[in-house]
């Protein structure tokens, strides 16, 4: 299996794009949560929101509470791994990949309903060069298709 062939998954995005899979980003989130926690930054921050008259600005201290939760949410989003080695949206419980598995087929390309798929419906939405990628896959082989891919997200 070619790497292009690894990364792709069944619903036809490419785990190297994808921010779950971006693993310096979920270290650094957990080492810096870490480093948060042994500083006592809550106090820190606590004790800064408190004290206006430092500055006007230190009244943005009283969010660290919530600065920390979405922290934590964005360590939640990581992909642990591949989708085609389990991983993948919601832990390894993705429909797609379930679907692809049943009809015993590599990735929604092969599939002649893809393009009315009820699954690929919310990932369309959000990645929307997903109907090239499959149409791409389709036409160039799962082993070729990746230096032509399109952005990820909307942004990119």
């Known amino acids: 299996m070619s790497e292009d062939s690894v990364l792709t998954t069944y619903c036809g995005l490419y785990c190297k794009d994808c921010i779950p899979s971006q693993k310096e980003l979920y270290s650094l989130a957990s080492r810096f949560e870490e480093l948060l926690g042994e500083l006592h930054f809550d106090k820190y ?20 509470p919530e600065f920390i939760r979405v922290l934590q949410a964005i360590r939640g989003l990581e992909c ?65 298709w990746a230096a032509s891919r399109k952005g990820h997200y909307p942004w990119s």
Not at 45 to 50: D, I, S, T, V
Request: charged share 25%.
């Open 45 to 64: 921050a606590e004790l800064k929101a408190g004290q206006p008259y430092w500055s006007e600005s230190n009244s943005v201290f009283k969010s660290y």
């Open 80 to 144: 642990r791994s591949l989708c085609r080695e389990g991983g993948g949206w919601k832990g390894g419980r993705c429909p797609v990949r379930n679907c692809a598995l049943e009809k015993g087929i590599m990735g929604c390309w092969e599939c002649p309903d893809y393009k009315t798929c009820k699954h690929l419906e919310p990932l369309l939405k959000f990645h929307p060069n997903l109907a090239y990628h499959l149409e791409l896959i389709r036409s160039e082989g799962i082993d070729n």
